[in-house]
Nanobody, 122 residues
Framework: QVQLVESGGGLVQAGGSLRLSCAASGRTFSNYAMAWFRQAPGKEREFVARITRSPGATFYYADSVKGRFTIFRDNAKNTVYLQMNSLKPEDTAVYYC??????????????WGQGTQVTVSS
């Protein structure tokens, strides 16, 4: 069992930065790939970024955030982060972290956090 709690969301102006954190409980955190998703009002939840287990972690980003967002994890702290730079109003959404399995094409979430709101003003 893994419980996930996100934090770090808030209101920021366009061009600004935020760092989201997702703290996990449970001894199996390091066994999971972790991912961030987001859901904007009236839209479906969409994939943002994924990091596999470490050592030797690999990364994958949605095209819309590539070059602006960075996902990283600290297994000693059972935490995964999403560093978001050069934020745009279209990044406004509730951001969720998830413990995931499978490839990028077949990825499924075993556990979800409750979400944290990110609002980017123009």
């Amino acid at each position: 069992q893994v419980q996930l709690v996100e934090s770090g969301g808030g209101l920021v102006q366009a061009g600004g930065s935020l760092r989201l954190s997702c703290a996990a409980s449970g001894r199996t955190f390091s066994n999971y790939a972790m991912a961030w998703f987001r859901q904007a009002p009236g839209k479906e939840r969409e994939f943002v970024a994924r990091i596999t287990r470490s050592p030797g972690a690999t990364f994958y980003y949605a095209d819309s955030v590539k070059g602006r967002f960075t996902i990283f994890r600290d297994n000693a702290k059972n935490t995964v982060y999403l560093q978001m730079n050069s934020l745009k109003p279209e990044d406004t959404a509730v951001y969720y972290c998830a413990a995931v399995q499978g490839t990028i094409a077949t990825m499924t979430a075993d556990y979800w956090g409750q979400g944290t709101q990110v609002t980017v003003s123009s």
